[in-house]
């Protein structure tokens, strides 16, 4: 089956700790987005990439770094840097050149220790 | 700055009472505007894209309709599987291509 799958479902940071959300895709899309959520509002882009090798911030990159090796896979890292992690995080892609429609991935609950 | 506001944030209906959420944008240039279903601890779940004023889709018992300003959910005779919360995003013409998000409705279906 076609989708994208995240992982871990759920994630544990300690204080001063990077950690590292995983984002792999086999819809052959060519995009592929984060997104940050919180509890009582929208979803918020925090980084995204058109093509292997590029990336862009959104709105919220700060405290967060992104890398896009291959096609298939989008990891994000949250570093220490980000001092309110705690949140729900959605992994988007979309096939470029076939409408706007993004598909989302299950999520990552990230929690502070 | 692109904005998308919800309306209205919580609603509760009896199975089979039909009703409408409003999704209400200001956004340069709107390239799609694109309604999500998500169920608690899930990702969300694509339903409609639509691209210009007048434009119309259906679902089963959801239909969504877009104009110039605002975009309406329509949800006929529903069921308490249609209980979730559902999203709207636009997406803009030119600058970041990301969606920017309304906060989104919560609906609960009573049977």
């Known amino acids: 089956d076609g989708g994208i799958t995240q992982s871990p479902k759920y994630l544990f940071r300690k204080e001063g700790q990077n950690v590292t959300l995983s984002c792999e895709q086999n819809?052959?899309?060519?995009?592929m987005y984060w997104y940050r959520q919180d509890p009582g509002q929208g979803l918020r882009l925090i980084y995204y990439s058109q093509i292997v090798n590029d990336f862009q911030k959104g709105d919220i990159a700060e405290g967060y770094s992104v890398s896009r090796e291959k096609k298939e896979s989008f990891p994000l890292t949250v570093t220490s840097a980000q001092k309110n992690p705690t949140a729900f995080y959605l992994c988007?892609?979309?096939?470029?050149?076939?409408?706007?429609?993004?598909?989302f991935g299950p999520g990552t609950r990230l929690l502070v220790l | 700055e692109d904005q998308v506001t919800q309306s209205p944030e919580a609603l509760r209906l009896q199975e089979g009472e039909s009703s409408s959420l409003n999704c209400s944008y200001t956004v340069s240039g709107l390239r799609g505007l694109f309604w999500y279903r998500q169920d608690p601890g899930k990702g969300p779940e694509f339903l409609f894209t639509l691209y210009s004023a007048g434009e119309e889709k259906e679902k089963e018992r959801l239909k969504a309709t877009l104009t110039k300003k605002e975009s309406f959910l329509h949800i006929t005779a529903p069921k308490p599987e249609d209980s979730a919360t559902y999203l709207c995003?636009?997406?803009?013409?030119?600058?970041?291509?990301?969606?920017?998000f309304g906060k989104g409705t919560h609906l609960i279906i009573q049977p």
């Open positions: 819809l052959n899309h060519d995009a």
């Open positions: 995003a636009v997406q803009a013409g030119g600058g970041a291509d990301g969606l920017t």
């Open positions: 988007a892609s979309r096939r470029t050149g076939e409408g706007e429609t993004q598909y």
